[in-house]
């Protein structure tokens, strides 16, 4: 398992995807939630908000949902990959059953 974490523009945007990516059962859940970013871009400190979306999926569809955010929006944001070492094994089950 990993959490893949993506910053959006907004809610919406975070809404839209997650659905995309519940659809094509590639995760098993989504979870969003606003923040507030600070970034250097072009030469100048920029502050707004923004939304931080977490998905919750295996390593093997990284690539597929990255797809689908870039598919999705028109800008340069974060898509990473966090690791995770350890999860209780009833999410695990959960993970496997809901994707392909």
Avoid: H
């Avoid at 945007?13 to 072009?42: D, G, H, Q, V």
């Avoid at 030469?43 to 690539?63: R, S």
């Avoid at 340069?76 to 089950?93: G, H, S």
């Amino acid at each position: 398992m990993i959490l893949i974490y993506i910053t959006l523009n907004n809610a919406s945007e975070a809404r839209e995807i997650s659905k995309k990516i519940l659809e094509n059962k590639l995760a098993n859940c989504a979870n969003w939630f606003p923040i507030t970013c600070m970034y250097s871009w072009e030469g100048k400190i920029t502050e707004e908000p923004e939304v931080a979306l977490i998905v919750k999926t295996k390593k093997l569809y990284f690539d597929k949902i990255e797809k689908i955010v870039k598919e999705s929006i028109d800008y340069t944001n974060c898509i990473a990959e966090i690791p995770v070492r350890r999860q209780r094994k009833e999410f695990l089950d959960w993970l496997d059953s809901a994707t392909k």
